[in-house]
């Protein structure tokens, strides 16, 4: 009997003990890392009086972090855009980034914005304007770690995150990201159109990725 007591120890020493820092919480589909940058094409269409097309590039550099109002580490978010691929990046202007132990967060024209939660999984729901003055936006991760092409690039681990639907005969609006692990914010649909009166109001925009890297 006295060997059982030894035996229970041995058996409860012996197990292995989790490895906490092994668990993957979807941090690495926002990375934070200073001096990275991601490079999209931007095509908007406002609707009016008039119909204005856009068509831009767009760059995105992760630049020096510096501690926020909250205490916690950010980053500045330099971007800066050109006409076509032939011409020079000019700043336009900087906003700024977090990412917290829950969530991931961009302030965008000085209005906060809960992108992503963590852990980051399919069927996680938040309120992204819970930060700001808008009405309630209920995201939703729609797919995790699915893998995502167009136009011949190529995606193993995306997470795809609807953030508005609601479509009928007077008002379109549809809102999603996908982001891809270790890059970012790859893809942006965003559409926000009212008719009335046989007119169209508002704008149709999409932002897509074509590259990524380190500034020199």
């Known amino acids: 009997n006295y060997l059982l007591p030894i035996i229970a120890f041995c058996f409860t020493a012996c197990q292995k003990e989790p490895d906490l820092g092994a668990i993957d919480l979807g941090y690495d589909y926002f990375p934070t890392t200073s001096g990275t940058y991601i490079d999209y094409q931007v095509d908007s269409v406002n609707y009016g009086i008039n119909v204005d097309t856009t068509s831009f590039q767009l760059r995105e550099v992760i630049t020096e972090d510096f501690v926020d109002e909250e205490g916690q580490r950010a980053y500045q978010l330099g971007r800066f855009k ?21 969530t ?9 914005f809960i ?3 963590f852990p980051l999984e399919e069927g996680k729901n938040w309120d992204g304007n819970s930060f700001n ?3 309630p936006w209920n995201y ?32 379109q609006e549809l809102a999603y990201e996908i982001y891809a692990r270790n890059i970012g914010l790859i893809f942006k649909k965003f559409t926000d159109l009212a008719f009335q009166g046989g007119q169209i109001q508002g704008v149709d925009m999409e932002l897509r990725y074509i590259d990524h890297g380190f500034t020199e």
């Open 140 to 171: 939703s991760c729609a797919s995790f770690d699915e893998p995502y092409s167009w136009q011949g690039v190529s995606f193993s681990q995306t997470a795809f995150i609807e953030q508005r639907t609601n479509l009928n005969l007077v008002d």
């Open 104 to 112: 991931a967060e961009r302030v965008e024209e000085n209005e906060r």
């Open 133 to 135: 003055q808008r009405d």
């Open 115 to 117: 992108r992503l939660v």
């Open 82 to 102: 050109r006409a076509t691929a032939n011409d020079e990046w000019v700043q336009t202007d900087v906003w700024t980034i977090k990412r917290t132990n829950n």
